[in-house]
């Protein structure tokens, strides 16, 4: 019993010691772990603080003058030479910090900086409510950058997200904090940031946008100018004033969460439109700084694009693919001189067909509102729409050659009663895709949106820089909806017809390089496959024949003699409404688009008036085809002098001769009428086979038992013949047989007496003593037959000679008398004067300046009745009868 008991007593202890042991154990690991993390952080710290230490120590030396004035950036062509500059020479309104109002202080503030005034330069609290308030308040709300930052890296430093930079960052800020009192450096800020292109300071900005002092403003108007330095470009209240309302709200609503402005103040102001207070467009005034502004304008947008907004700041170069030469050209052709009117204006993009590097850029007439017309989305694009939308898909995903037939007939959209209307009211009936296309109709063009799946045709689209549920629609297969391309988007998606079906994205910007020299980013867009190579260039062969001089081709002003162009016109339409506010007469349109390219170069050219209510004439050929016109004058320049390769037929694109109006489509045949034959494009293994025999050889067989029966009674011939229906490959056809009739006197020439579909002829006018020869020819769709041919030879008939009677003599002694009383009245008239003066003798007539035509020596003889046919031939008709008349007889 006791052996037990100890037993489990000795249990209980090794097992409490077992527990002690693990205890340690645990708590010896956790110690470790402590301790590692310890020394690890220790050694983080220490090299940290080392490497911060030796970044900082590489930092720049704090400038005045760089602290208080932009940084110049250039921007530079393809040849890498300079063409403009930012930030050295524009004109500021330098507002000193007492002259700042509270309002704009407490806006900038509130969205900037909001702990400005409580931290050293950096705001660890600010940090973490940064990432807060990009939460709850949508992204772009706060930025982590204390204004003191924000001097030193617009002044110092370069845009990028290194530790160096960082590192250098809050050195110099805490430095700039020990030098300069926190207004000095709010005045640094105030006056230094970038606002939008040219404009550097809220003081320039104000005047700029709303043509008043920065003490002058409105709270709503400084809370706008507050939000823009995040995005100058993109908050620019000019260029889109929608997201320029958005930011604005969202600083009100900051400057009321953080105590600024009450709730009631934010909503009132919020409620306020946007465009109250800014400057009305006609006092506006764009920077003339540089040449090529319009250029450099894309250029600003692609850096806003690519989040490099504000780099400008920074000292950067930007090589971008401007082409002086190219730039020039567009330039004169813009020049006001050359406008059919007084106030038209006219937006234009050249581009590389290969690459969509935007060489040159046409914002507007002179450049002079402001309004770079390249760039705006707010126009429909008309029938320039249609290889996008329509025909391209129809050919890539349905296999469809250019000669698919489609009926140009009346049609409403679906589920409405609203018809569908051609530019000339009329409808053509059944035409090739290619001759809907280069005649622009359409009601075929909606016809072939329809054909092709949704989703397909959509994606087809896409690729080619189309986006938006609007392509849904069945106007936008005519340019009826989408709005949202301008000219370098269109002229990009047309250079990839060009291009073998492959597409760039349009770009200005080569590379960026910063002040350091050697810190660079490139941008060069990558090119895409969005169709099939035969797709490409069975789309570019239709539009070949748009420029071409074909009749109905809509482009013929666009054509460029020695260059292969091929292109699209676009017209856009007003509704009943708008014709009715306006006042517009017929023929009134207000976008008049062209787009066209070459191996080369890809142009698009938007023509219209700054407003909707003022219209292009399109009655005014002038007007109608500018858009043509600018784009064949630059066109001509930028080719000049280079080699411009023709488009290249793929292997997978076949040519066959087919039978128009087939259907499926059929070879022609050798007896296809000409103006039923095309050559047109199929995709290999898609082309027809089959042999269309719907004109075939038509055999006519010549007239058989011809014979000619005279009547001496009332000298006329009866001709009749038989005759075989014509037949197409052994069957008889139906076509009308039409008998020629001739005839030759004594072997001399034929002389054509008249046709007659009936199997006889009674001809009258037979003169004994010749030989008539009778020919029938067979005639039928066109086909003559062989002749058939009989002779008739009539026998003279004598006359016997008249016998001389004898007179007596008492009869020869009266007519002596007579004749002496002749000859006596004779003498009377020769003594006789004559009572008026003779007329004198006419002129010698002017002989005529060619042979006259002998007469005909055997005339044409009259038809008389004719006779009915014999009986039992079904097949002959009543005989015709001729006459030979008037004849001379030998």
Do not use: C
């Not at 219209?608 to 009655?619: E, L």
Request: proline share 5%; aromatic share 8%.
């Amino acid at each position: 019993m006791s052996e037990n008991i100890n037993s489990r007593g000795q249990r209980r202890k090794e097992l409490e010691k077992q527990k002690k042991t693990k205890k340690i154990s645990k708590t010896g690991w956790i110690r470790r772990i402590v301790v590692a993390i310890f020394i690890i952080g220790l050694a983080g710290l220490l090299f940290g603080g080392g490497l911060f230490a030796f970044y900082a120590s590489s930092a720049p030396k704090l400038d005045e003058e760089s602290l208080k004035d932009p940084i110049t950036s250039v921007i530079l062509d393809k040849n890498d030479d300079v063409f403009a500059t930012i930030g050295s020479s524009e004109k500021r309104d330098y507002v000193n910090y007492k002259d700042i109002p509270k309002g704009m202080e407490d806006a900038i503030l509130a969205t900037e900086d909001v702990r400005f005034y409580k931290h050293n330069g950096i705001d660890f609290y600010r940090l973490g409510g940064a990432v807060l308030a990009n939460i709850t308040s949508g992204f772009g709300s706060q930025g982590a950058s204390t204004i003191t930052q924000q001097v030193i890296k617009n002044s110092f430093l370069q845009n990028e997200k290194t530790l160096k930079r960082k590192a250098q960052e809050a050195y110099l800020s805490y430095q700039l904090e020990k030098k300069y009192e926190k207004e000095e450096i709010f005045e640094m800020y105030f006056n230094k940031v970038l606002m939008s292109g040219n404009i550097y300071g809220f003081g320039t900005a104000s005047n700029s946008f709303f043509g008043r002092d920065i003490k002058d403003l409105k709270l709503h108007e400084m809370a706008l100018l507050a939000g823009m330095p995040q995005s100058p470009n993109n908050y620019h209240p000019f260029d889109d004033p929608e997201a320029a309302e958005k930011r604005r709200n969202i600083v009100l609503r900051l400057m009321e969460q953080h105590g600024k402005i009450t709730k009631a103040e934010m909503e009132e102001q919020q409620a306020i439109p946007i465009a109250e207070g800014l400057l009305p467009e006609e006092k506006r005034q764009i920077s003339k700084e540089n040449k090529y502004d319009a250029y450099i304008d894309i250029v600003k947008k692609e850096l806003a694009a690519k989040g490099e907004d504000d780099s400008l700041n920074y000292g950067i170069k930007i090589y971008t693919t401007l082409d002086p030469q190219a730039q020039v050209s567009v330039e004169e052709a813009l020049a006001s001189a050359n406008f059919p009117t007084e106030s038209m204006q006219a937006g234009m993009t050249v581009l590389d067909t290969k690459t969509g590097a935007i060489v040159a850029v046409g914002g507007g007439r002179n450049y002079e509102n402001g309004t770079n017309y390249a760039r705006q989305t707010d126009r429909s694009i008309g029938s320039t729409v249609k290889p996008i939308l329509d025909y391209g898909p129809a050919i890539e995903y349905l296999d469809w050659s250019t000669g698919h037939t489609i009926v140009d007939e009346k049609m409403t959209y679906t589920g409405t009663d609203q018809q569908i209307r051609n530019f000339d009211g009329e409808y053509l009936g059944s035409m090739t895709i290619r001759e809907a296309l280069f005649r622009s109709r359409n009601i075929p063009a909606v016809k072939v949106f329809k054909e092709v799946d949704a989703g397909k045709r959509n994606e087809f689209a896409n690729k080619l820089g189309f986006t938006g549920d609007s392509l849904d629609f069945e106007a936008a297969a005519i340019g009826g909806t989408y709005n949202k391309i301008n000219t370098m988007k269109l002229a990009a998606s047309y250079a990839a017809f060009g291009n073998a079906g492959i597409y760039s994205e349009p770009y200005t910007i080569r590379e960026i390089v910063f002040r350091d020299g050697e810190t660079k980013k490139t941008y060069k867009p990558k090119s895409t496959p969005a169709m099939k190579d035969s797709t490409a260039f069975m789309v570019t062969d239709m539009l070949r024949d748009v420029v071409s001089e074909r009749s109905g081709s809509t482009g013929k002003a666009a054509n460029i003699s020695g260059l292969d162009v091929a292109g699209k016109t676009g017209t856009t339409n007003y509704d009943a409404d708008e014709f009715n506010k306006y006042n517009l007469k017929d023929g009134s349109a207000p976008d008049v688009w062209f787009a066209g390219y070459t191996s080369n170069y890809s142009i698009a050219v938007w023509t219209g008036y700054h407003t909707r209510k003022d219209a292009i004439d399109t009655t005014n050929q002038n007007e109608r085809t500018f858009a043509q016109r600018l784009f064949k004058n630059v066109m001509t320049s930028v080719s000049d002098g280079k080699n411009t390769a023709s488009f290249k037929r793929p292997n997978s694109v076949i040519e066959a001769t087919v039978e128009v109006g087939t259907s499926p489509l059929r070879l022609a045949s050798e007896f296809t009428p000409a103006s039923l034959k095309r050559t047109e494009l199929f995709v290999r293994g898609s082309e027809p086979t089959q042999v269309s025999y719907e004109y075939e050889k038509v055999e006519v067989d010549a007239p058989t038992k011809l014979k000619a029966d005279y009547s001496e009674g009332d000298q006329t011939a009866t001709l009749s013949w038989d005759h075989k229906a014509p037949s197409k490959r052994g069957k008889k056809s139906n076509l009308d047989v039409a008998f020629e009739v001739s005839y030759a006197i004594d072997g001399g020439t034929p002389t054509v007496l008249q046709s007659t579909s009936q199997k006889g002829l009674i001809v009258t006018g037979i003169a004994p003593g010749s030989t008539y020869t009778f020919t029938v020819v067979a005639i039928a769709d066109n086909i003559r037959s062989s002749p058939a041919s009989t002779t008739l030879e009539i026998d003279a008939v004598e006359v016997p000679e008249p016998v001389e009677e004898e007179i007596p003599e008492e009869d020869k002694d009266v007519e002596k008398d007579k004749e002496k009383d002749k000859d006596k009245d004779k003498d009377k008239d020769k003594e006789a004067p004559p009572e008026e003066e003779p007329a004198p003798p006419a002129e010698e007539p002017t002989p005529p300046e060619e042979e006259p035509t002998p007469p005909v020596e055997e005339p044409t003889p009259p038809i008389e009745e004719p006779t009915p046919p014999e009986d039992g031939d079904d097949d002959s008709a009543d005989e015709a009868t001729a006459a030979l008349s008037n004849r001379q007889n030998n």
